[in-house]
């Protein structure tokens, strides 16, 4: 079983930067993505990385993000990075990190949330104008 836990939200102006960490208490993931759940609206699928093999580093953003936000995965310490440049309000909500096992991800499913085994507790980001 694969534990993770994220860090790094805060409550920031509009147009600042910051990173969010999701440590991981091993390297099974396969695949590892970052989602995030806003007030009173569904979970989304932010961006998904691919750790290993032959589609290594191959992401998918979602288009709300995909100029602003990097990932990064760290083997050596087990931390998957998010980047989040020139935030907006829109940015607000839990960011969740997720990990999948298993194999074999196909790309159209890379944000869906149901593909993922293990999940973090979630840290806060809000972006205030």
């Known amino acids: 079983q694969v534990q993770l836990v994220e860090s790094g939200g805060d409550s920031v102006q509009a147009g600042v930067s910051l990173r969010l960490s999701c440590t991981a208490s091993?390297?099974?993931?396969?695949?590892m993505a970052w989602f995030r759940q806003a007030p009173g609206k569904e979970r989304e699928g932010v961006v998904a990385?691919?750790?290993?093999?032959?589609?290594?580093?191959?992401?998918k953003f979602a288009d709300a993000v995909k100029d602003r936000f990097t990932v990064f995965w760290d083997h050596a310490k087990k931390i998957f990075y998010l980047q989040m440049n020139n935030l907006k309000p829109e940015d607000t909500a839990m960011y969740y990190c997720?990990?999948?096992?298993?194999?074999?991800?196909?790309?159209?499913?890379?944000?869906?949330?149901?593909?993922?085994?293990?999940w973090g507790q979630g840290t806060q980001v809000t972006v205030s104008s």
């Open positions: 990385h691919t750790l290993y093999g032959a589609n290594r580093d191959l992401d």
């Open positions: 091993s390297t099974a993931s396969y695949y």
């Open positions: 997720a990990g999948r096992v298993r194999k074999n991800l196909d790309y159209g499913d890379y944000l869906s949330q149901v593909q993922y085994d293990y």
